[in-house]
């Protein structure tokens, strides 16, 4: 933003004191989220070495999330957002302490990790579009791009705090005790939300059935094509590409002989790069080009996925997935800002809520596919042609870039977010949020077009 400096227009949603409550309870928990995954991750792999049932832990607990993320999402738009939020957050934080009280006993058995998985997933199911749907409602329009990215920030260096102090602790204590840490770190959350002075008006007492809504919800993401493709992306990237953290365990034990603690350090690494991508997105003063920006963050993931299959050693492996991490966030939270400003208003729960299927829904079947394919071909092989199709679905993405540009253009000036070319002369550097702006050659978007 013209007259900031770098650090006001990094973090100009701060001013917000909504979001600052919220960003803060979110850091110590997600932190806390970080731990209790790299931990599950190496208690399934120890308890039974294989690379299968990680696979379906993993399964386990994000099919919920493919499932009932849509319901989610109706839910998110008929009702409080925060009050959805205190719900889901308590009982996630009473599943990770009976997840602890089952590890440190020295009871606990793979059934139990699947059980309590699946809970978990239910949560997350209601808790992942009603979070994407709060974040919007906590800052100005102008803000909104930078809180996301913000947020994906937040989430990112979580990411290397968390998985780092769970190596060390699994090493020493146990995976018990950052189940533990996981359950206290939700208190942070919870008071944050407690803290809040949000307003929520505008919901209905008087609701269709939640079969209507859905079909709502599809009627309007099916005839809306710079939605509906970006969806589709992103869901090929959660079947083929998110999948490849399910196997990190095996790329730690059997292809660099480290242990949890090599575990973490991989799992640091990929948020570290994730971190650096959020804050690149943060520090970006216009959404000019952003089109673009998710095409070459999907294709350089894909391809440091596959080298980092192929990456013969430990340190190589660890620079490759900085390069991953980037890609991955660069793209999401780019998606993740496309998605909520050309969502209308009144679905845009249930929008966020196919954003949350396509990653972290269609990962289950990725987990269990690529898992069953890891223990007859090799991890390896099996990560490399998931980063390769996520390659080449980039492309795809490409190829249809201009007709997705046509399409959004009007939909966005309708809405009066970004000013009309045509209008005052000073309109002429409007930041088009789709991708940069139209050329002066393209024809007007036919209705044909915007419809697919």
């Not at 932190?31 to 379906?56: E, F, P």
């Not at 099919?63 to 957002?81: E, Q, T």
């Not at 978990?120 to 990215?149: C, H, K």
């Not at 080298?307 to 991953?324: G, Q, R, T, Y």
Request: charged share 10%; proline share 5%.
């Amino acid at each position: 933003m013209p007259g900031l400096s770098f650090t006001a227009s990094l973090g100009r949603s701060l001013r917000h004191r909504n979001y600052r409550l919220y960003l803060t309870g979110q850091l110590v928990s997600v932190c806390g989220t970080w731990m209790q995954q790299v931990a599950l991750s190496w208690l399934v792999y120890r308890l039974t070495g294989s690379a299968a049932l990680l696979g379906a832990v993993g399964f386990a607990s994000q099919i919920p999330i493919f499932a009932l993320s849509p319901i989610g999402g109706v839910v998110s738009d008929r009702y409080s957002c925060r009050r959805i939020l205190l719900l889901t957050q308590s009982l996630a934080l009473v599943q990770a302490l009976l997840l602890a009280a089952l590890t440190i006993t020295g009871h606990v058995q793979v059934y139990h990790l699947l059980l309590l998985g699946t809970v978990l997933g239910v949560v997350y199911a209601f808790d992942m579009p009603a979070r994407q749907t709060l974040v919007n409602r906590l800052v100005s329009v102008e803000d909104l791009p930078n809180a996301i990215a913000l947020n994906s920030s937040m989430i990112n260096a979580a990411r290397i705090i968390g998985p780092s102090l769970a190596g060390i602790l699994v090493a020493v204590l146990g995976e018990g005790f950052c189940f533990l840490l996981n359950a206290v770190s939700y208190l942070a959350v919870l008071w944050a939300l407690l803290a809040m002075d949000v307003s929520e008006s505008g919901r209905h007492t008087h609701h269709p059935s939640i079969a209507h809504a859905l079909a709502e919800g599809v009627r309007y993401i099916a005839g809306d094509a710079p939605i509906r493709t970006l969806l589709i992306l992103l869901g090929t990237f959660g079947l083929l590409g998110m999948p490849y953290t399910t196997l990190m365990p095996v790329f730690a034990a059997k292809v660099h002989n480290g242990g949890a603690d090599a575990l973490g350090v991989m799992m640091g690494a990929v948020g570290l790069g994730a971190l650096t991508g959020a804050l690149f997105l943060a520090r970006r003063a216009e959404l000019r080009g952003i089109g673009k920006v998710i095409v070459a963050a999907a294709v350089g993931f894909g391809l440091g996925v596959m080298a980092f299959a192929a990456a013969p050693v430990f340190s190589l492996s660890l620079a490759v997935l900085l390069v991953v991490g980037f890609c991955w966030m660069v793209l999401i939270a780019a998606a993740n800002t496309v998605l909520q400003a050309l969502a209308a208003e009144r679905v845009r729960g249930r929008v966020m809520s196919v954003f949350s299927m396509s990653l972290v829904g269609m990962a289950p079947f990725g987990s269990l596919i690529m898992g069953l394919l890891a223990d007859r071909f090799g991890a390896p092989i099996v990560v490399a042609v998931g980063g390769g199709s996520c390659a080449v679905a980039g492309l795809w993405y490409a190829r249809l870039l201009p007709r997705i540009r046509a399409a959004a253009l009007p939909v966005l000036i309708e809405r009066g977010i970004i000013p009309d070319p045509s209008g005052p002369a000073e309109t002429s550097d409007a930041a088009v949020i789709a991708v940069e702006e139209t050329e002066p050659s393209d024809p007007a978007p036919r209705e044909s077009d915007r419809l697919g």
